[in-house]
């Protein structure tokens, strides 16, 4: 079974300063991994995803995540925040072989300070 | 522009009584999915449409029940809402499901009060 655990469920930074948010997957095969963003009020959005290509994945907003299977992680990185990246962020795992279920972490809050 | 879109946006209902929530999309996507969302936690999937294809999570309640008339529109049902069921609902759709569709498209989500 895939799960995702994310490491702190809240997350501040100064503005301009970098911006990481840790997922770490459980999977029995190489997974599909995916980062999402959710602001107030809105459904999620995806930022970008992981899928056995290039291990460092560059997403929208300047949000890039690095695919390291020694690890098991797939962490969100920005080189500097902005107040506008305050939102809730999930990470999410899918098995390609068995259909696509997508199962989602339980959400970092990123709050911004300027 | 093409979208998949969630009404109402604010729901209020009472204990026990039905209510229907409803979504549709302009993607022509093959799949539809529910998901429910709970304060500060993982959007968590209830069941989703494979075209007619129903299927359901194993540990979605049976109070829930999703419809799925045509491509463009799909329902859920409460039949009998508890104080518990209060929640973000949110519909994704994605192209197809295996390695070449991956990608889900959400709503804006329908707040669920349950009174």
């Known amino acids: ?114 | 522009d093409a979208m998949v879109i969630q009404n109402p946006r604010y729901q209020v209902t009472q204990f026990g009584k039905p209510v229907t929530l409803s979504c549709s999309q302009t993607l022509n996507h093959n799949v539809m999915y529910w998901y429910q969302q709970k304060s500060s936690q993982a959007p968590k999937l209830l069941f989703h449409y494979y075209d007619k294809d129903f299927n359901n999570e194993a540990d979605t309640p049976d109070n829930f029940q999703s419809r799925r008339p045509n491509t463009s529109f799909c329902f859920l049902d409460i039949r009998s809402p508890g104080l518990g069921d209060a929640a973000m609902y949110l519909c994704a759709t994605s192209r197809g499901q295996g390695p070449r569709w991956e990608k889900l498209f959400f709503g804006s989500g329908t707040q669920l009060s349950v009174l």
């Open chain 1, 1 to 114: 079974a895939q799960s995702v655990t994310q490491l702190g469920s809240h997350v501040s930074v100064s503005e301009g300063a970098l911006v990481l948010l840790r997922c770490n997957y459980s999977s029995s095969v190489p997974p599909y991994l995916f980062w999402y963003v959710q602001y107030p009020n809105q459904g999620l959005q995806l930022l970008l995803k992981y899928t056995s290509a290039a291990t460092l994945v560059k997403g929208i907003n300047g949000f890039e995540a690095e695919f390291k299977k020694s690890e098991t992680s797939f962490h969100l990185t920005k080189p500097s925040a902005h107040m506008s990246d305050a939102a809730e962020y999930f990470c999410a795992v899918s098995d390609p072989n068995t259909g696509n279920q997508f199962y989602f972490g339980t959400g970092t809050s990123l709050t911004v300070i300027p």
